[in-house]
C-alpha cells in the first residue's frame, strides 16, 4: 500500500462532546458556510499522521478535504505524510468567482502540505448536454501542479456519447500536465472521424464553448451538483446552438464514405437526438415563460401555451428516452435512466402560466370596470368567459385544455363588496337589509376540488373605512364546543372560517382573520415570507364581530379596519382574498373558496381569488 485512507463519511457527524465542541470553529472562505470542523478533524488525523510516521515512514495518510473541513486551518503545521484530496468540480470554473475560490483553495494547501490530490465531479450521468471542458481542465492542473498536486480521482459515470474526447483528453493532461491540447484533440478527430474531421472537430469545440460561455445563474462559489438533473441546463444550448451543432453533424453524415466513420458519427449522433428532443420541449416551455415576463398579450400567451402543452407527458418522455438508450450503456450511463437522474422538462403550467393568465384577464377586466360607473359579479363574470372564449382555442392538447379551464376557473373567482352608506350593527346574524346589495360566494371545494360536504355562503361589503363579512357556515352544531377561546387564541382548531387578504401583490403583507362558531377571534399580519410583523397578541387591529349558532347552522358578521391598516377603499379598489372553512366537531373537513392549484397554502397570491370594493 502506497497510502492509508482516513476520509469522514458523508454525513458530516462528527463527535460533539465539550472537548470537541471547542474545536468547532467557524473559518471564513469565499462565502463558504461549513467550515467548522477543519481544527477539529485535522487536529485528530495530525496525530495519526505522526503516529504513522514513527513506524512506516514512507507511507501517507490519505485523506478529503470536503464541505465542512474544506480548508486548512491557518494556524496548523501538518505531518509531512498527509495528502488531503481536495473536493472541487473543475467544471465550474467557467465561472470566474469559482475559479478564484477553488484556485485559492489549491494554493492553500500546497502552502500546508508536500503532497495534494484533487477529487472532481466529472459526471456525464444526470447531463442531458454534452458537458466538456477540456482547456479549463488542463488550465486547472497546471496551475494545482504548481502547488504540488500529485493525485488525482473523479467521479465521472460518463457518457461517451454526449462527452465525447473530454475524458480522454482529461487523462493524457494527466500524465502531461502540458501537454499541447489542441495538436492533441486535432490528432483523435482526425483518427476517429477520418473523412468527416473537421466538422466533428468543430461540433465538439462549438459543444465546449457553450459550457465555457454559459450564463452564471449564480449560488454557492463551491457548486458540487451544478445543473445536475436540472433542466435549467439546456438554457446552456440555446435554440441557435442546437441548430450549429446539429449542421455540423449532417455536414459530417454527408462526408463519411467509410463504414466505420459513419458507425462512429451515429454512436454520437444518438445521443445528441435525445439532446435535441429534451432542449426543444424545454425551450418551448421557456417561451412561455418569456411571455410571462414581459407582461404579453394573452392571445400570445394561449399561442405559446398550447404549442408547449403539444408534448408527451414526463413519463412518456421517460420511455420514449429509454428506447433510444436501447441499452446502449457505453454512449449512455445505465443510471441515466434512473428516477431522480433524468432530465426532463416539466410542464409549463408549474411556473405560474396559469395564475399569470388568470390575472391579467381579471385586472384587466377590472380596469375596464374602472371606466363604468357599476359592476357586477355576473357581469364581471360574462366579461371573462368572452375574454377567456376569444383568446384561447376551443380544443387542443389535453394539458392544454385542463390549463385552459384552471385559468377560466381562476380568472372566475371574483367577489363584489358594494358601498353601504352607514355602519353595520354586528349582531352573527346576516339577515339585516344592508346584505342584500351583496352578492354571494359560495362553491367551496377540498382537495382536489371536490364540493364540500358543508356548504359555506360569504358576502361582503364596505363603508370606505370597513370591509364588513356576513358568514354563513352549514352544518350539524350540536357538538359544537362552544368554548370562546381568548382572542388570538387557538380559534383555527375549532370549527371556524379563516379569511386572508392582502393587496394585489405578492411583496406585500398580508392579513389572516380567523373567527370560530364559538365567537372567538385570531389576527395576524404577515410579510410574503409567512414571517410575522408583530406577534398576534401584541398586535391587534380593531375588528368587530359576533356569532350565532343555530341548529343547522352558525352565522357570523365581521368588520375588518381597512383603514386602520392602511388600504384605502377607493372606487374599484382590488383586494386577493381567500376563505378556508375548517370543519372538526362533526367529521373533519377543510375547503377553500379559491380552489388549490400547487403546493402553496392559501395565504399565497397564486392560490387567491379577487375582492372588488365598489362605489355602489
Known sequence: LESFSFGPRDGQTFCDCPNCRALKEYIKFHGWPHNNNSDLFFRWLNKVAFELEQTHPDKLVGTLAYYSYVVPPPEMRFQPNIIPYMCVTI???????????NYDLYARWGDKVNQTGIYDYGYGMGYAIPRIYTHVFQDTIQYAVKHNLKGFYAEVYPHWGLDGPRLYMMARILWNPDVDLDGLLDEWNARMFREAAEPMKQYFARCEQAWNEQPDLGGSDFVTWHLV??????????????????GYLDEAAAMATTDIVKERIQFFRKTWEITLLLSSEWWKGERV?????????????AAALRMATERPSPEEYEEQVKEMVDGDHIAFYPAWTKEGWLVVPQPVESDGVRHWAATKLVDNTIRDVQQRKFATDRWIHRVIKRRITDAFEPSGPEA???AVKDISTMAQKIAIAPLV????????????????????????TVVPDNPAKYPTTVKMVHDDCNLYVAIECMQDTSKLSGIRVHRDGP???????????????????YLQVAISAAGGLLDAMFLPTGRQLGEPLEYKYDFVWATNVHEDRWTAELSVPLKQIGWYPVHAFTLRCNAVRRVVSCGDETSTWFPRFGEEGPEHVRHQGWLVLTPS
Open 91 to 101: 467544471a465550474n470554473s467557467v465561472f470566474p468567482r469559482c475559479r478564484t475560490a
Open 229 to 246: 438533473a436540472n433542466p435549467e441546463q439546456f438554457r446552456i444550448f440555446t435554440p441557435e446552438i442546437m441548430a450549429e451543432c446539429t
Open 289 to 301: 415563460r418569456e411571455l410571462v415576463a414581459e407582461d404579453a398579450s394573452i392571445k400570445e400567451m
Open 400 to 402: 392544454y385544455n385542463a
Open 421 to 444: 352608506p352607514l355602519p353595520l350593527i354586528l349582531d352573527g346574524d346576516p339577515s339585516d337589509e344592508a346584505w342584500e346589495s351583496a352578492e354571494p360566494i359560495s362553491g367551496f
Open 491 to 509: 380559534v383555527e382548531a375549532d370549527d371556524s372560517i379563516t379569511l386572508f387578504l392582502r393587496p394585489s401583490s405578492e411583496d406585500k403583507p
